[in-house]
């Protein structure tokens, strides 16, 4: 069993969707991180959170330090917005590497 | 302040050669980690380096790849007699300090012939 799960891992939405990425995960962590890579393969930092809730724009990312559980949401979905989300968690223990979920793959229709 | 840039972007050595990848982390940043993404495949971490120290080296496969960061110059990744199944992306990420956000450059894509 991976440390880290996401689902959906393929997700389709037509614009203007409100969408919604679940990541949930075994292990003690320091924080949780939401990535964002793009076609072109480059990877874009989103939110790092260790407790509650972050906004940025149309993006909230919340997390649930006992259930061991957080969400990525994207309100009024464009097509830009089509990329693979990933979760990532922070194992910290004096080192911050990062354990990866699969990813899931957004595709926002117009 | 310009991003992590890595070089070579696209990178392609035959089978037995060395390729090595390098990293220049953002301005202010002390922290670079290392991870790799094989084709289909999710991120895999390799590195966690300081400057002129290794932290943590557990995902790096025991034999034929190395790292540094030495007090000058960019993070070096290092695969010596490259295998095919070593193509992949290589991506560096560097941070300011511990536990704090890491961004990412923009990869190197190795291709073993």
């Known amino acids: 069993k991976n440390e880290v799960e996401q689902s959906p891992q393929n997700l389709t939405a037509q614009e203007g969707e409100f969408i919604t990425i679940n990541c949930s995960y075994s292990v003690g962590i320091s924080a949780l991180h939401w990535l964002q890579q793009h076609p072109g393969g480059g990877i874009v930092s989103l939110f790092m959170?260790?407790?509650g809730k972050k906004k940025h724009g149309r993006l909230i990312a919340t997390i649930n330090i006992q259930e061991k559980h957080s969400s990525l949401h994207i309100t009024a979905s464009h097509p830009r917005d089509s990329a693979v989300y990933i979760c990532a968690v922070g194992l910290g223990g004096g080192s911050e590497k990062l354990v990866f979920g699969k990813g899931t793959k957004l595709t926002v229709n117009p | 302040n310009a991003g992590v840039m890595q070089n070579p972007r696209h990178l392609v050595r035959r089978r037995g050669q060395e390729a090595r990848l390098r990293c220049s982390p953002m301005k202010g940043h002390s922290h670079v980690y290392w991870y790799r993404q094989l084709p289909e495949e999710g991120l895999k971490f390799m590195v966690y380096?300081?400057?002129?120290?290794?932290?943590?080296e557990s995902g790096m496969p025991k034999e034929r790849f190395s790292a540094e960061f030495p007090k000058e110059g960019p993070s070096i990744l290092r695969i010596q007699q490259v295998v095919r199944g070593d193509s992949a992306a290589y991506f560096c990420a560097s941070s300011r300090d511990y536990q704090e956000t890491q961004y990412f450059g923009p990869g190197t894509r190795l291709l073993v012939l």
């Open positions: 959170l260790s407790s």
């Open positions: 380096l300081q400057k002129e120290n290794i932290i943590d």
